[in-house]
């Protein structure tokens, strides 16, 4: 049984910096992908970020491209994202995601539906 745990949340000023953390168990091979999602106050879960689990690929939404790095400890079995250049408009809950499915390629955009395994999130406030 896999789980995802996340981590790392709270409030921020615009402009500022937070790192998400995702602990994952049970079993994560290399080709699988970690995906963040988020969810805004009022609004559908929206994908954010990818890496596969081996390290050789990531993939982010065109509002966080240049501000968010999504990465991987595998040593440590732990998956992160750093957000940088924070705006009020991240404000959500974030969400990391498992998907045993994933094949590659050079576009992967998920849906929440692709997944097979979730974190129960973590909130994420920026403050104008």
């Known amino acids: 049984q896999v789980q995802l745990v996340e981590s790392g949340g709270g409030l921020v000023q615009a402009g500022g910096s937070l790192r998400l953390s995702c602990a994952a168990s049970?079993?994560?091979?290399?080709?699988?992908?970690m995906v963040w999602f988020r969810q805004p106050p009022g609004k559908e879960r929206e994908f954010v970020a990818a890496?596969?689990?081996?390290?050789?690929?990531?993939y982010y939404a065109d509002s966080v491209k240049g501000r968010f790095t999504v990465s991987r400890d595998n040593a440590n079995d732990t998956l992160y994202l750093r957000m940088t250049s924070l705006k009020p408009e991240d404000t959500a809950v974030y969400y990391c995601?498992?998907?045993?499915?994933?094949?590659?390629?050079?576009?992967?955009?998920?849906?929440?539906?692709?997944?097979?395994?979730w974190g129960k999130g973590t909130l994420v406030t920026v403050s104008s």
């Open positions: 995601a498992q998907d045993v499915d994933y094949v590659g390629g050079y576009w992967y955009h998920p849906s929440p539906d692709d997944m097979d395994h």
């Open positions: 049970g079993r994560t091979l290399d080709t699988y992908a």
């Open positions: 890496i596969r689990w081996a390290g050789d690929r990531e």
